[in-house]
């Protein structure tokens, strides 16, 4: 199974930036690297997805490696909302024409105000 | 719209026992699938689904059971409800069923069962 490595917690400031490394060093040519997050009690949320190039959206940004084995998302202004256990994750093809999203344990980001 | 719809939100039930945990999206997505959450776990899959008719086994299914018999619903049972079954359960649907650009997991609220 295509496997995610992510440090367990990370600290920032509010509106400072922030960067979430994600390791992910047996990706194969077709895994898409996928980007959720859940906040306290809630279910998660999809934040972005990207395969090879780097990807924007109106929550983050997703910078993927060159080599694809390691991607890092983007909060340019952290909030205290943002204050989330974000998963990264690569979609694994399971057959049938359906791919699957393992979760991992995810990185716990803490925002002080 | 309502988006994915789970219920109960809170269930406690007996060793043994059985239940059906409910949930319903109005996307008109193809895939749904159930996930559970164990304290300071990330999500692991149970069942999904593709479409109505068609159910296939997730990470960790034993003990569950799924069946899609409409495009909005994609009911988990528990026939004997076990202390290792206690877990927040999430359902999740998408548009696409597959593909890898099938778009983004919309998820539920989360319903958590406990099991004595």
């Known amino acids: 199974d295509a496997k995610t490595t992510q440090p367990n917690s990370m600290e920032s400031n509010e509106e400072e930036p922030v960067h979430l490394p994600c390791n992910h060093s047996?990706?194969?040519?077709?895994?898409?690297i996928h980007w959720y997050r859940q906040l306290p009690s809630q279910g998660p949320e999809y934040v972005i997805h990207?395969?090879?190039s780097n990807v924007n959206n109106r929550m983050a940004s997703l910078a993927i490696a060159e080599d694809r084995k390691s991607s890092t998302l983007i909060l340019h202004r952290a909030t205290l909302r943002d204050a989330a256990v974000y998963y990264c994750?690569?979609?694994?093809?399971?057959?049938?024409?359906?791919?699957?999203?393992?979760f991992g344990k995810g990185t716990k980001l803490s925002v002080i105000p | 719209n309502a988006g994915v719809t789970q219920t109960p939100k809170f269930q406690v039930l007996k060793t043994g026992q059985s239940m059906t945990l409910q949930c319903a999206q109005d996307?008109?997505?193809?895939?749904m699938s159930w996930y559970r959450q164990d304290p300071g776990m990330g999500l692991r899959l149970i069942h999904y689904?593709?479409?109505?008719?068609?159910?296939d086994q997730g990470e960790v299914p034993n003990g569950y059971n799924v069946s899609r018999s409409t495009t909005e619903d994609f009911p988990l049972r528990l026939l004997s409800a076990a202390p290792s079954q206690t877990s927040v359960y999430f359902c999740?649907?998408?548009?696409?069923?597959?593909?890898?650009?099938?778009?983004?997991?919309?998820f539920g609220e989360g319903s958590r069962l406990t099991v004595l």
């Open positions: 999740a649907s998408r548009k696409g069923a597959g593909g890898t650009t099938s778009g983004e997991l919309f």
């Open positions: 047996t990706i194969s040519g077709t895994d898409y």
């Open positions: 990207g395969l090879t």
């Open positions: 994750i690569l979609s694994v093809y399971s057959g049938a024409g359906s791919y699957q999203l393992t």
């Open positions: 996307m008109n997505h193809e895939y």
């Open positions: 689904s593709v479409g109505a008719g068609i159910t």
